[in-house]
């Protein structure tokens, strides 16, 4: 089992920046990918970004050049860096810890004013 706890969600202006904490336990030594996701009210669940264990990352195109993913392994923490946020960047921000099962976080809230 692995648990997964983000923070650093909040209320911000458009162009201003949050960082995002996911903090793992549990299981830890099984986790391979890592991940954000976001779902805004009325939307599918939709891929942010990704890093594998050895730091490689993906990204959505809609976030590419603001948004950045990162990952401390001896924290067992995987970050998300945004910046130039923008109001259609408002959804709920999972974390997503990916071994032989998806475990997925709680969520925090993110929500850009214009």
């Known amino acids: 089992q692995v648990r997964l706890v983000e923070s650093g969600g909040g209320l911000v202006q458009a162009g201003g920046s949050l960082r995002l904490s996911c903090a793992a336990s549990g299981n830890i030594f099984s986790i391979n990918d890592m991940g954000w996701y976001r779902q805004a009210p009325g939307k599918q669940r939709e891929l942010v970004a990704t890093?594998?264990?050895?730091?490689?990352?993906n990204y959505a195109d809609s976030v590419k050049g603001r948004f950045t993913i990162s990952r401390d392994n001896a924290k067992n923490t995987v970050y998300l860096e945004m910046n130039s946020l923008k109001p259609e960047d408002t959804a709920v921000y999972y974390c997503?810890?990916?071994?032989?099962?998806?475990?997925w976080g709680q969520g925090t809230q993110v929500t850009v004013s214009s």
């Open positions: 997503k810890a990916v071994s032989v099962l998806g475990y």
């Open positions: 890093i594998t264990n050895g730091g490689s990352t």
